[in-house]
């Protein structure tokens, strides 16, 4: 991690403790509306940050999946993965806005070479995505959770790594749903971390 990375972290982490107090102060975060929270950051955190660095940075150069790009946290640690292991990142965000902010915080990192920016409906541009997909965070809005799953699966390389988001707090009934489908599906191991919200860490064998 160098100074510029340093940096930008050092900001999302500043807009998260702001957050923070915003939500301890009013109501609870299941409460709000998709629209309300758009407004804010909702990023993995750094302890899953610097986890999925390190299983990103395990993999020789990855062709790794971002599913829900919002304001761009976790892009900066995968991106710095593909970053030291020759892979790239693709990302994709519903909101342009979202993945605009995205893509300026990477400049600022100086990442961006390693990312590319999509915007749209996700499951349609997975579906476009050629195979070979070796890394996926899955971390967009939850009734999308088991659709991507169905469609990047077949795309997978083996010995990928899956990591979804949120498995344990906030409780959704699609993560669990995501948690069942994902468990299910032939040649793919899988456990539950209670590290950050939650994450949900599949292995599809060879």
């Known amino acids: ?19 923070r107090e915003a939500m301890r102060a009013g109501p609870p975060p299941h409460t709000l509306s998709n629209a ?11 302890d899953t940050g610097r986890l999925i660095n390190i299983l990103a940075r395990s993999l020789k150069a990855p062709t790794i999946l971002e ?7 976790s892009g900066i640690w995968l991106a710095d993965a593909a970053r030291a292991t020759g892979g790239r990142v693709t990302t994709m965000e519903l909101q342009q806005y979202k993945s605009d902010h995205a893509r300026e915080m ?13 915007v749209g409906d996700a499951v349609q541009m997975i579906e476009a995505l050629p195979s070979g997909i070796d890394f996926v965070l899955v971390d967009l809005w939850k009734d999308l959770y088991v659709p991507c799953l169905e469609a990047f699966y077949p795309k997978l390389n083996p010995g990928a790594i899956v990591v979804a988001d949120n498995m344990i707090f906030p409780a959704f009934t699609e993560v669990a749903q995501y948690r069942d489908a994902v468990r299910a599906k032939p040649r793919m ?10 994450l949900e860490i599949s292995r599809f064998d060879a």
């Open 106 to 118: 990477s400049e600022k990192a100086g990442l961006s070479s390693f990312v590319d920016f999509k």
């Open 189 to 198: 191991t899988s456990i539950l971390v209670p590290v950050g919200s939650g």
């Open 36 to 46: 309300e929270l758009d407004r804010n950051l909702l990023a993995v955190g750094p």
């Open 67 to 73: 599913l829900g790009t919002s304001y761009g946290y």
């Open 1 to 19: 991690m160098d100074d510029r990375m340093k940096a930008v972290l050092a900001l999302y982490h500043q807009r998260m403790e702001k957050e």
